[in-house]
């Protein structure tokens, strides 16, 4: 094979897999294990910035002023921790007045992720952790000293199990898409898969020192620079080699083709060029990619004419299916199990059309309750499970099951609950009125841990806040579709949740002239004072957890009830409901604790005595440092 018809081939990968293989070659740029024009742009961009902010003439500097984050690590690692401690108060202070000021969106002054934020770029945490080593030890520096070494300690365990195992990981990702026509982002993580991750990365740190030892001799380091080259691609198709027989067989592999491979890495200067030309744009988008696909086909075509040399340890270089798609008949004997699902599949009998289909589908919502509609279920539950394994068996992705490192099967539990179900209307209604009342539990109890007394939360006057039980409700119904996809249905729960938020508060702010339920004004990432990025992220989770979990734990234990008893139950608590909601219409939940706010300052030291809220809204302030409680 020429090298041209090595670039041909290495076109047509990209062409294929074009986003996930530039994906690959830019994370390897990030991580700095392929060198481009682009990363080198914008290393000079921040060190101009960094230089000019130094001299005074921008204020680029991580705080303004002198009272700097630097400054707080030099005055720390010194000794001087209590000078440390006064600069990153100060500075706190002064980030958390900035934020308030400029940008209520990045508010710094409540909720633990702006404390978490504040303790990072004011350096307290750095502070306190220095400062607490310093007084048990009794030492003045050993803080110091153990936070210099858990730094050193943390870049050498990323630079060890990420940075040089990437590099097999980007070697297999490419292999795998010159054959078949998937690669999914879960490939990324095949040596968990196959529990060989560590043993890929000592093998890998071998070959580092190896290749850090021979560039001592400059010479001696360019060439064993080419010798060694095949070892990522070798472990990528065996990663149980130990990294001294995946040097051996690299280097008899390349013996006699240094100069070959030499000439393919010059073949690239045009595009280098063209990179620096484009500030790296061009390397980023195609030519990176181009070039690592290159040398992928460089080693199939290498591995082949060692196969057939019969060079000392090819022998294990066995994995088949790398370099060619399993048949038909080999397929079906590994996937005899996924393939007569399908079958199954197709020849089930056709379910009742019209609106019911369409609520059924679409929305995950039952008329009625049939064995059929179960059985229905548990299909779709089987559907979810070997759904992902599909491709594989149809021989458009590689195929775990016939690696000689074949994949651990991992034990879903959540699949016991059956989460892929559907729910009829009166398990909904009982779900919402479960979950407004476990909300309203949660809040009441919150309230009583902090202030120490007992408030009937919301604007209802009963024990249920509906805004968790419709939000419940609404990711059964709306996210139905994606629930097979953890993933997605996780930021559907956070974007679903959010927007119930958001509209909620400023529905009840309008109706009720301008009383607020919650504000969420100071906290890190606020929209308005109404919903922020920590408490959806806490939706999230806990949406999680009840569209996998809770939900089809409690749709089982209401499926046993009777059915009259069930829908004379519903209707109860509905009418009560609809009762409660008509009276607080005119008389809502109101008072201390649910719709006033005290607003204290942001610098609790400062001792500024509270400041109340009326009804309408209005507050006064005290030298301008306030925030919602």
């Known amino acids: 094979m020429t090298r041209k018809e ?21 994370i390897a740029v990030f991580l700095g294990l392929q060198s481009s024009s682009f990363d080198n742009f ?50 706190k202070k002064e980030e958390i007045e900035r934020s308030g000021e400029e940008n209520r969106i990045l508010g710094r002054s409540r909720g633990a992720l702006s404390k978490i934020v504040n303790g990072i770029t004011s350096g307290s945490l750095f502070v306190m952790f220095v ?47 010159r054959i078949y026509d998937k690669l999914p982002a879960q490939r990324f993580v095949f040596l968990l898969r196959v529990k060989r991750w560590m043993k890929v990365s000592l093998a890998m740190l071998k070959y580092t020192i190896y290749q850090a030892l021979w560039m001592l001799t400059v010479i001696g380091g360019v060439i064993k620079y080419y010798s060694y080259s095949q070892v990522p691609y070798i472990l990528a198709e065996n990663p149980d080699l130990t990294g001294r027989e995946a ?16 000439l393919l890495d010059c073949s690239f200067i045009g595009w280098s060029i063209l990179g620096a030309c484009t500030f790296g744009l061009s390397e980023v988008f195609y030519s990176l990619p181009y070039q690592s696909a290159s040398f992928c086909e460089y080693y199939v075509r290498l591995r082949g004419k060692a196969k057939e040399s019969g060079i000392l340890g090819t022998e294990l270089l066995n994995d088949r299916y790398l370099y060619e798609r399993a048949a038909d008949d080999v397929l079906w004997e590994a996937y005899m199990d996924v393939l007569e699902w399908e079958e199954d599949t197709e020849l089930q009998e056709e379910r009742p059309g019209g609106s019911r289909r369409v609520l059924a589908d679409w929305f995950g919502i039952l008329l009625g309750s049939s064995q059929e509609e179960r059985a229905y279920e548990e299909r779709r539950e089987r559907e979810v499970r070997l759904g992902m394994l599909k491709d594989a068996a149809e021989g458009r992705m590689y195929p775990g099951r016939l690696s000689r490192f074949p994949e651990a099967a991992k034990q879903k539990r959540v699949e016991t609950f059956h989460y892929m179900r559907r729910y009829s209307v009166w398990s909904l209604v009982l779900l919402f009125f479960i979950f407004s009342f476990i909300g309203w539990c949660w809040e009441v109890s919150l309230h009583l841990v902090l202030d120490g007394v007992f408030v009937n939360r919301g604007a209802l006057h009963g024990p249920w806040l509906p805004i968790y ?16 996809s953890p993933v997605k249905e996780f930021f559907c ?113 400062l001792h500024e005595p509270a400041v109340w809220v009326d009804q309408q809204g209005h507050y006064g302030t005290q030298e301008g440092y306030i925030c919602w409680q």
């Open 493 to 605: 729960i956070i974007f679903v949740c959010g927007m119930v938020e958001y509209w909620t508060s400023y529905y009840l702010e309008v109706v009720y002239d301008g009383m607020k339920w919650w504000d969420y004004s100071g906290y890190f990432l606020n929209l308005n004072g109404r919903i922020c990025a920590e408490g959806l992220l806490v939706f999230g989770i806990g949406g999680m957890v009840f569209v996998y979990i809770a939900a089809p734990l409690l749709d089982n234990r209401i499926r046993v009830i009777r059915k009259q008893v069930l829908v004379w139950s519903c209707l109860l608590l509905l009418g009560m409901y609809a009762a409660d909601t008509v009276y607080s219409a005119g008389h809502p939940n109101e008072g201390d604790g649910i719709t006033d706010y005290e607003v204290q300052s942001r610098f609790p030291d």
């Open 42 to 91: 914008v290393r000079m961009y921040s060190s101009e910035s960094v230089g000019t902010a130094a001299e005074g003439k921008t204020d680029t500097r991580v705080a303004v002023g002198n009272t700097g984050l630097i400054d707080v690590l030099n005055q720390t690692m010194s000794g001087n921790t209590e000078e440390g401690r006064q600069l990153s108060e100060a500075l």
């Open 247 to 262: 040097i051996t067989l690299s280097r008899r592999m390349m013996r006699g083709h240094k100069w070959e491979r030499f």
């Open 6 to 26: 090595i670039k041909t081939r290495a076109r047509q990968t990209v062409k294929k897999h074009y986003m996930m293989l530039v994906m690959v070659s830019l």
């Open 469 to 484: 039980g419709s939000g419940g409700v609404l990711l059964l119904t709306l996210l139905n579709r994606v629930r097979s």
């Open 131 to 177: 400062s607490g080593i310093n007084s048990l030890s009794g030492s003045k520096n050993l803080g110091s000293l153990i936070l210099i070494m858990l730094a050193f300690a943390g870049v050498l365990g990323f630079n060890f199990l990420i940075v040089n195992t990437y590099t097999v990981i980007s070697a297999r990702m490419f292999l795998e898409g």
